[in-house]
């Protein structure tokens, strides 16, 4: 069992820049692929970008340039770094993993975090 633990969501003004954070503890591996989900209201889960193994990162074409995902692994702890915010980037935004390679679909996932509130004010 691997546990997420999403931290680090909060209000910003559009064209500000925030940092969520991702614990995992349990069977930790660097071998999961780490990726980073976010579902605004009444929409789908929307693939932001993953962080796998070796630390290589891919990322949804839409999100490639504002959001950066990093990883510390003394602290077995993921990050996602999202700048120049716009309105609709309001989203629960939650980390995943899974055991094996990079994945854009959420279904791939075996573990997940409860999620963390980003809210962007125009």
């Known amino acids: 069992q691997v546990q997420l633990v999403e931290s680090g969501g909060g209000l910003v003004q559009a064209g500000g820049s925030l940092r969520v954070s991702c614990a995992a503890s349990?069977?930790?591996?660097?071998?999961?692929?780490m990726g980073w989900f976010r579902q605004a209201p009444g929409k789908e889960r929307d693939f932001v970008g993953v962080i796998i193994w070796d630390d290589t990162t891919y990322y949804a074409p839409s999100k490639e340039g504002r959001f950066t995902i990093s990883r510390d692994s003394a602290k077995n702890t993921v990050y996602l770094q999202m700048n120049s915010l716009k309105p609709e980037d309001t989203a629960v935004y939650s980390c995943?993993?899974?055991?094996?390679?990079?994945?854009?679909?959420?279904?791939?996932?075996?573990?997940w975090g409860q999620g963390t509130q980003v809210t962007v004010s125009s």
């Open positions: 995943a993993a899974r055991a094996g390679w990079y994945s854009s679909n959420p279904d791939d996932y075996e573990y």
């Open positions: 349990g069977r930790t591996s660097t071998y999961y692929s």
